[in-house]
């Protein structure tokens, strides 16, 4: 990361700090909303951006997530094992959908991942017995984090940025690793990573199963920050929602998910100003945006910022004459 | 001279088309075997065959007296077989160092200690000389996707040799290719040939490239083998004259 990246990182860490003591509650909460759906952004990111599995499921494991957290904390569970749990089942149901990405590519994928976020969704409002059907779950308990307690706004809000930055960091530890790089392969050239020697098999679950599971953590969050959960929360809307806030942030992109979530949560309720016409204004900046810039904000700066220099080839140095004479 | 490569009765049949039909051969330690015939003589099908791209109809391939008829590409791999392909097959977001560094990482412990281990898999130090070697110094941290398409041959040649493979199977690494880059990619794979004394098989259009590099040529017809010898015994051949030199 170069010095104006790491200026704005810097500067953004202080703005997270100190805005929870600048807003009122309902401030916090957007806040708190953008924190969450940005681990939820940071999963899908890494399945679809780094490693090119098109998932239009996210939602679905936001929903096994958060209903996990409210029913284990409502039978009488600490959050930190309901929240673990959470991540764990997601992670193996995640897996388990990498498997028809094994056999289906593309827009096929997507349709696959879809219909599994309709099954999610049908099952949360049809198992009543479980979910409590279209009546949801209220009340889910915030944490107690060395005895002190998170049920204030602010202090949920903080429990939740710190969780933010324990799992980005996680996140980015690991796209360093040689896993990132094989995340990247298995997007860019399948078939050649496979003949060097990349089990592109077990990376395509893994990439589902690490970016569910961060879906799934982040349901966690949700059901105690918004303390009412139902299914309507957990349809497709919400998987759209989460693949415009990577796609607008940009796709690929470490800090995409940041960026894609501030504006998916934020600029709907700043554009409130226009009334009746606020979405509609929404939904026509970010057509303009894709339209003009499809790498997203993330591309946009990269291209305005990044210093201009000649095509490689270009700058490659006159090969030696014994070269040709051979 | 021990067999690196055996390839016994090998076929490949699309419906009613034979690509291959019943073809033998076999390659010893230190050989560099050209394939050359025309278009959809069977070439690149064989090729895929013996690397586990496609399951051959019948025959079985063997690596180092090991069976490997039908193994998975990864699984060759990691036995000590690389490849190159017809067409470009590089990470074009990927610097080059990092393409490097990728087409040997998979060799480097398990997935887990992958993991938790150095980000550049402790390959750095082997991908600069790689780099090195194939003249791509100055271009280490550049995008893969940016340099020129015979740099980008010429690193689709260095990623097949990073993880020190007993046998790489190059195919068409001078389709394409400037005079300049084939020279320098000739001279390369012969200085690694004549360094390591590894085994190579080249499927090549680019007779003189053949004839240059090739320590033996087979030539394939319909999925057939109608020649194998030493590059002059091929190229003085009549049936080969006629049917693939055109002269």
Redesign the interface.
Known sequence: MNRFGLLTVAVAAVAAIVLPFLLKPFGIYLISMWVVLTIAAIGLNLTLGYAGQVSMAQGAFVGIGAYAVALLTAAGWPFFPAFVIAGLLCFAIGWLLGYPALRVQHHYLAFVTLAFNTLVFLVLRNEEWLTNGTYGIAGTERPHLFGLSTDGARAFYFFCLGMLVLLAAATWWMLRSPWGRAFVALRENPIRALSLGLDTRRYTLMAFALGSTLGGLAGGLYAPLVQFIEPNSFSLNMSFNLLLMVIVGGSGRFFGPFVGALIAVLLPEWMRIAEGYYLIIYAMLVMILMVFCPTGVLGLVEKLFKPKKPPAAAAAPTLKAEATSR | MTAVLEVDNLSKRFGGIVAVDNVSFTVNDGDILGIIGPNGSGKSTLFNCV?G?LMPSEGRVRIDGRESTGM???DL??LGV??T?QLL??????SVR?NL???G????GS?AT????R?D?GLGEAADQMIEFF?LS??AS??AG???YG?QKLLDAA?AFM?GPRLVLLDEPAGGVN???L??L??RLQAYHAEHKATFVVIEHQMEFVM?LCTRVLVLAEGKIIAEGAPEEVRRNPAVIEAYLGH
């Open positions: 690397l791209q998975r590409p990864c791999n990691r690389s490849r392909f097959q590089v990470f074009p977001q990927l990092d560094i990728l087409a990482q998979e060799h480097q997935m992958r993991l938790f281990g980000p898999a003249r100055h271009l550049e995008q940016m340099l020129s740099q990623m993880a005079l300049t880059m020279g320098l000739r001279e240059a």
